[in-house]
């Protein structure tokens, strides 16, 4: 069965310091993973995506993602963090057999303090 | 581009009554899939329909139920309300081509059960 792991509930950081949020997965197979980010009464939006590849995939908004199949972690990172990046990020794994069925993480709150 | 739109945004229902959310997804789109969102369970995958077929379910009661119109329209119903169903839908189309791997998420409907 597909699984999610995001272990820390909040993320803590200072403006222009870097950021990483922690994402585990466990899937049979070839996972699809992805970010996707959510602000206050308003649905998620997808950040970025690795699917197959280079191991380091960026999106949107200066974020991107490590791939590392041995640890099975897709964890995301940014350089330099702004406070507007404050909001809700879930990570998400689908499986390459069972159709487009994604399984998200519980969510983790990052707050930038400026 | 129009993104994803759901209506309504807010509903307020009591115990025992029956509700339907609608969906209408990206112009182009023939996928949508549902999500339900709480403090306690996270983003639970419901089901996803493609061209009029639902192709995948999560693991809900016989109460959810769904369907997608031949313009891509998808309504989800509940039936015989519980105040477990207290929870934020949201709705996310996909594209049949390149992105599809992309979900793009609807602002979702705010259901509180009395």
């Known amino acids: 069965a597909q699984s999610v792991a995001q272990p820390e509930d909040q993320v803590n950081v200072a403006e222009g310091n870097p950021l990483t949020v922690k994402c585990t997965y466990s899937v049979s197979g070839n996972p699809y993973l992805f970010w996707y980010v959510q602000y206050p009464n308003r649905g998620l939006q997808f950040l970025l995506k690795y699917i197959t590849g280079d191991n380091l995939v960026k999106g949107s908004y200066g974020f991107e993602a490590e791939f590392n199949k041995s640890q099975t972690s897709f964890h995301l990172k940014k350089p330099s963090a702004l406070v507007s990046d404050s909001a809700l990020y879930f990570c998400?794994?689908?499986?390459?057999?069972?159709?487009?069925?994604?399984?998200f993480g519980a969510g983790t709150r990052l707050f930038v303090k400026a | 581009k129009a993104g994803v739109t759901q209506t309504p945004r807010y509903l307020i229902k009591t115990r025992g009554q029956q509700v339907t959310l609608s969906c209408s997804p990206i112009?182009?789109?023939?996928?949508v899939s549902w999500y339900q969102q709480t403090p306690g369970q996270g983003l639970q995958f419901l089901f996803e329909y493609f061209s009029e077929t639902q192709r995948n379910k999560g693991n809900f009661p016989g109460r959810f139920s769904g369907r997608q119109f031949s313009n891509s329209r998808s309504e989800m119903n509940v039936s015989t309300l519980e105040l477990g169903d207290s929870a934020l839908y949201l709705c996310a189309s996909r594209s049949s081509g390149t992105e599809r791997n992309e979900q793009y998420f609807g602002p979702g409907t705010r259901l509180t059960v009395t």
């Open positions: 998400a794994v689908r499986g390459p057999t069972g159709g487009f069925k994604t399984i």
């Open positions: 112009s182009g789109h023939r996928s």
